[in-house]
């Protein structure tokens, strides 16, 4: 008889791993589970002698692939992006890299409206007030509201798709940018694609929802923001790395929304940043 599969879930995102357990038993598939987060060494450390990996945030460098090979055949990752993983590494080693390309359509994309939506009404400012028994709500003057306004999504993969639907229906203007959409042309949706700089340069509410590559990396950049209006606001609830540190951020009028949605400090406006 060969020898008996194994499973190791490192760095693992979830309250319990009672569903992996089950299957792996009645499949008569060994399982080992360390939840913890963990860097490379130690990525390779608990996953040593596994046919398979799975993974919330495990670092999974070339040299944590490496050490695990050649018994290593997949890397599946809990969530969309792969951006934790070097799939190059892997490619050459000839380990598979699977992900979860839809579970965070739906969830991802109502928090990229309700960060727009706390931003343009002021809510986390209102709330600390009221927190600390401020009741002066022109304090958080001027409040937004939605119709009238553009919002601009970049990125029109499953989530930036859902944002756009999620904003047209609340009465926001929607328009888009993707790398795969041609601009000065409209989605099936009725949604106009504009080429970037004009986006950024006429939206008033921006919603980030690219994929992290090399291409995308800080794709919000100084230069991006020059372009935008001094009222902006940058939703990045998924993204971190696309756009650049809260520092330059605050030095610009922007608003940037991130996904956790805290009140990190303040510019001439509320920063709601990601970091």
């Known amino acids: 008889m060969g020898t008996a599969k194994r499973i190791a879930i490192v760095d693992f995102d979830f309250p319990d791993s009672l569903i992996e357990e089950n299957m792996c038993a009645r499949a008569g598939i060994e399982l080992t589970v360390h939840a913890g987060r963990c860097n490379a060494e130690e990525v390779a450390r608990y996953a040593q002698g596994a046919d398979a990996l799975i993974s919330s945030y495990g670092d999974i460098t070339r040299e944590a692939l490496a050490a695990l090979a050649p018994r290593l055949k997949v890397v599946s990752r809990t969530g969309t992006g792969v951006d934790n993983i070097d799939v190059d590494a892997a490619t050459e080693l000839g380990i598979a890299v699977c992900n979860v390309p839809g579970y ?23 709330d600390a007030d009221v927190r600390r028994g401020v009741w002066d709500y022109a304090r958080t003057r001027p409040l937004g509201q939605v119709r009238g306004r553009r919002l601009g999504i970049v990125g029109m993969g499953a989530i930036g798709a859902a944002a756009a639907r999620k904003a047209a229906g609340l009465g926001f203007e929607v328009v888009c940018y993707s790398r795969s959409l041609e601009p000065n042309s409209t989605t099936a949706e009725g949604y106009a694609i504009l080429p970037l700089d004009e986006l950024l340069a006429t939206s008033d509410v921006i919603s980030v929802h690219t994929a992290l590559t090399p291409q995308t990396y800080h794709l919000i950049d100084e230069r991006a923001i020059s372009l935008m209006k001094p009222s902006a606001i940058v939703s990045t609830p998924h ?24 009140t990190c400090s303040r510019a001439s406006r509320l920063i709601l940043a990601i970091r």
């Open 104 to 126: 965070g359509t739906e969830v991802v994309s109502d928090h990229a409206i309700a960060l727009a939506l706390a931003c343009l009404r002021r809510i986390n400012e209102q």
């Open 239 to 262: 993204a971190g790395r696309l756009s650049t540190r809260l520092r330059l951020l605050a030095r610009s009028k922007i608003t940037h929304c991130g996904e956790r949605g805290s």
